[in-house]
DNA sequence: TAGATTGTTAATCGATTAACAATC
DNA sequence: TAGATTGTTAATCGATTAACAATC
């Protein structure tokens, strides 16, 4: 029996960052932690750190074996398996990522999306269902799908995710500018641009009154 | 002459939160870090130390007057001035994103796309042109442009940024998948999706484990 | 072997939270 | 006044980084 190793969140979100990094090298090689901290702008022993929860490790002298690496990261990060989605809320936003073909490299697939907006419902968006809200709950536990994500206006955000958490949905990736409130057990993950945005905000302001001194 | 407080990424990261959250409020009346707090499942003397930083502060037994903390909050945001900004690559993500009005809410404006694909170049995404990539450093030069968007491939996601950079900019919010080195002064902001599948993803896995056994 | 590199223990740093005085 | 609430100083907690022993 294995018991994995606490890995946490700070350490859980730059883990994608270093196999991006490891996919753009030769896999037939070797890679230090000094290098990739290096291209990554970040501290080698972090790296090693970071990298010890994923890897059987490292040789010294010689660093890291770049194909086995991959592997334990993809294999740690799930992305050998899938993981099947729902999207709630088909405008703009929500059909560009129903059309991103780039998740499924993470192991997430989105199958189907539903919206209230009668001109969307019964369309398809590259090649993936739009249905009325009402069938979510049945078509979620019927499909045992895990993970929904909710692209709604911000006030629709929170009749969403209780639908989907009606629906059985252990995790909830919110892009609506909003706050969302969850039961225990599920998790939230928000994707809010305007916590972003604020931080670019600040930089060009800040660029701006060192100017003007 | 004012110098405005050092405030913390974590801090001003959560600043938009406390905005979206007291716009669904009456702005006629108070309300008390401890109601924020509970609200956005944020501990209360967090809340208080934020806001000190951006307000003009509460009033003990009180609490802060809304309508002010809203006012406080944009200000201190930027979002009563405007950023203009120009998009790189106008794929599915760069359009839906060049199409959302939201934005403009939180004081950025695209107001051009750039791509190297024939087919999309010389049309409009929502009223907005989209220019071949030559084009790019002379716009931005000459319109005084400071944020760059990048929805490219990983890939063309370093060569975009460089152009950027050469172009002037002194911001980038960077969607695409890939790690991108800037020059001193200039700020990226990741907006790295697959960073926040990783934890959706190992949340589901950890429940998993938990039910196996 | 000598030296590069890993992996780990200890020190530092910063962010969060607790305690409490100030105030309306 | 009494008590609710702010704002701040001190304590705690966790993450990052430095130091260094282990190893190939």
Redesign the pocket.
Known sequence: MEYSQQV????LQRLPTYLNYLKTLDENGNI???EIAKALG?????V??D??AVSS????????NIRNLIADLKEFLGYNSVNDAVMVGCGNLGRALMSYRGFREYGLRIVAGFDVAEEIVGREVSGKPVYPMENLPAFCREKGIRIGVITTPAQAAQKSCDLLMEAGIKAVWNFAPAHITVREGVLVQNENMACSLALLSKHLNEMLEETEK
Chains 1, 2 share one sequence.
């Open positions: 946490s969140v700070n350490t230090s932690s000094t970040l501290n080698d022993v972090q090693r750190k990298l010890s490790g490292g040789r010294p002298k010689v660093g890291y």
